[in-house]
Structures are given as C-alpha cells and as structure tokens.
C-alpha cells in the first residue's frame, strides 16, 4: 500500500474552495478519531506501522515469519493510520481480505501459538499447595486467578498493565465489589470493570461463593482482604510490597507466579488466557448451558466456541441430557436452517 510521494503527510485534505481549518480543530479530530482505538490497540498498530516502515525502506520480505493474526493486526494498523491521516487505501477492503485469507493458508505451523491450555479446578488446587496465603503477593494473585476463573473473565480486566499505570476509572476498585442475593436469597459477587475492550463504560461480571470448597472465590478473597487491608479506592487485588507499600497487581506479576509455580508442580504451561478458557471449560462441563456460559463471558458473538476443549467430555453432557439441553447445543453449533 505505497504512498503518493507527491502528496503531503497531513490529514485531512480539503479543497482550494474549502475554508480554512484552524490547527487546534484538526488537532481536536484528530483527538476524536483516535479515540476509537483503545491504548492497547494504538500501541500493537504501532508495531504494525513500524515492521510496515522497516519492510518498504528495505524493500525485502523479512526473515521472520508471522503468524495470520499478527499479519492481520499489522494491515489493520495500515488502515488506522490511512484513515487517521486522511489517505485513501491504494487497495480495496475485498482484495485486502482475500490477501489476508490467503496468509492464513500459508502460515506455517512454526508460526503458530500453541493452544492454550485450560487452568482446571485440579490444577488450582495444586497451585493453591504451593502458594503462601499468609504472603500478601500470593494471598492476592490467588485471590485474583480464582475470581478470574469463576467469573469467565480475561486476566487484563482484573489486573494492571503496570504498577505504575492503575487507574481507578479504567481499572477495578474495591469499590467494585457488590454482595447480591438472588431470589432464592443465594449470595452473589458482582464485579463492576469500569473500562472493557469491548466497552468504554465498564461491564460487570459475577461468580458465587462455593462455601467448604478449596477454591471457594469468596473465602479467597476475605482472605486476601485479610492480608492486604486497603481503602475502598484501591485497586482490588492491591497487595502490601515490603519494599514500595500497597501496590496494584500487574498482569505481569500474575502470569509470572503461574508460569513458575506450574513449572515447579509440573503442570502445563499455563498463560494469562488459560483462566478464561478453564473457567469456560469448567461450567460446560458441569452441563450449564451454552447460552449462559455465553453470557457469564460477556461474548457478543459466537467466539467462544474457539474455548471449547475437551469436546468428546462437552459433548457426551449435552447428548446425554433432555432434549432442551440438546436444542442449546444445536443453537449454537449447527448453521442457520438446521
């Protein structure tokens, strides 16, 4: 997608006849436009526009080879910039997308993620074994890997990006953190995230206690209470560091205690997103219905279908069960029509 050489760089081009645009207003559109894209987004499209840079003042195909989603996200952040600068794409959307399809195809195995495992209720007990929840680093990532789990929730909603970046209008507080009673007076925690990927005004997610369980996220997370006292404008798994006081917990700090531990326990490598997976693993298989496992994970779509592991184990629930059960399972697997 070469550039026009003889065209100037600055967004927005406009007719002789146009009135003029003050500087401050296009800054100001400038400003709107972006604030489509959430930081996250900006920053991995940054990435993208600067392999775009490297490849077309070498004018090589680089040595490495990239997986299909990150060849996507690469051409996504081409678009952003087309349409944050004013440009009009030199290609067309339908011709981009075949390329793109055509990536996928070739993408080599070695360019692939491994699937990542699910965090299972066995594996948590035996992290749960070799943590410390006297300690108020573990007592608060344990706390944090249970709610993340039971509430089919990401890693990154209950978590920091850095201890240096909390912000009580983006991320979790204590706060955040409501006692319900359903009409069967059963307790529920409601969890309010201010600030989603896929909402700018926050959503809210819920798991219940599990009393006399291990893993009970309730009795987790009074202990982790216990340990780390805090005000209520604290982020909710803050925890007391010996050294810098009471810090929020990173998502780095997380996934680096699980990596450790599992390896130490021999388990599977466990990431950030085995939480997600296993929480979406866990209910499946207690039989609760895909539509509800749906919305527990918030998933506009049907996506959440990629989650599914253990399918002979998912499958034998639904085909076992009532007929009910069977039509939830059909609703979401088969095409329209069937």
């Known amino acids: 997608m070469p550039m026009?050489?003889?065209?100037?760089?600055?967004?927005?081009?406009?007719?002789?006849?146009?009135?003029?645009?003050?500087?401050?207003?296009?800054?100001?559109?400038?400003?709107?436009?972006?604030?489509?894209?959430?930081?996250?987004?900006?920053?991995?499209?940054?990435?993208?526009?600067?392999?775009?840079?490297?490849?077309?003042?070498?004018?090589?195909?680089?040595?490495?080879?990239?997986?299909?989603?990150?060849?996507?996200?690469?051409?996504?952040?081409?678009?952003?910039?087309?349409?944050?600068?004013?440009?009009?794409?030199?290609?067309?959307?339908?011709?981009?997308?075949?390329?793109?399809?055509?990536?996928?195809?070739?993408?080599?195995?070695?360019?692939?993620?491994?699937?990542?495992?699910?965090?299972?209720?066995?594996?948590?007990?035996?992290?749960?074994?070799?943590?410390?929840?006297?300690?108020?680093?573990?007592?608060?990532?344990?706390?944090?890997?249970?709610?993340?789990?039971?509430?089919?929730?990401?890693?990154?909603?209950?978590?920091?990006?850095?201890?240096?970046?909390?912000?009580?209008?983006?991320?979790?507080?204590?706060?955040?953190?409501?006692?319900l009673w359903d009409p069967e007076g059963l307790l529920v925690m409601k969890f309010r995230i201010p600030f989603t990927k896929c909402s700018a005004t926050g959503e809210d997610t819920q798991c219940t206690p599990l009393p006399g369980c291990i893993t009970d996220p309730q009795a987790a997370l009074e202990n982790h209470f216990r340990v780390n006292p805090a005000p209520q404008d604290a982020h909710l798994f803050s925890w007391k560091h010996p050294k810098s006081g009471l810090c929020p917990l990173s998502k780095t700090e997380v996934t680096s205690r699980l990596t450790a531990v599992s390896k130490a326990c021999s388990l599977s490598n466990l990431k950030g997103h085995s939480l997600r997976i296993g929480g979406t693993l866990h209910y499946l298989l207690k039989g609760v219905p895909f539509d509800v496992v749906k919305v527990m994970g918030r998933w506009a779509r049907n996506s959440f279908t990629l989650y599914l592991c253990n399918h002979t184990l998912i499958l034998a629930l639904f085909l076992q069960a009532d007929n009910d059960a069977l039509a939830s399972f059909n609703h979401f697997t088969m095409p329209p029509g069937c």
């Open 4 to 179: 026009d050489s003889s065209v100037p760089l600055t967004p927005f081009h406009f007719t002789t006849s146009a009135p003029p645009i003050l500087e401050t207003t296009l800054d100001r559109i400038l400003h709107v436009i972006g604030a489509s894209w959430t930081d996250s987004t900006k920053e991995l499209y940054g990435t993208g526009l600067l392999i775009f840079h490297v490849y077309s003042d070498l004018n090589q195909i680089p040595e490495p080879k990239y997986s299909s989603s990150a060849i996507t996200n690469y051409a996504s952040a081409l678009c952003a910039w087309h349409i944050l600068h004013g440009h009009p794409l030199s290609i067309q959307r339908d011709e981009l997308k075949t390329i793109l399809n055509g990536a996928t195809r070739l993408t080599p195995k070695t360019s692939k993620r491994s699937q990542r495992p699910p965090l299972t209720i066995e594996a948590v007990k035996v992290i749960r074994a070799h943590l410390n929840l006297d300690d108020p680093r573990d007592a608060a990532i344990f706390a944090c890997i249970i709610i993340v789990l039971y509430c089919v929730a990401r890693l990154g909603e209950f978590t920091v990006p850095a201890i240096s970046k909390f912000n009580p209008s983006e991320h979790i507080t204590r706060a955040g953190l409501l006692h």
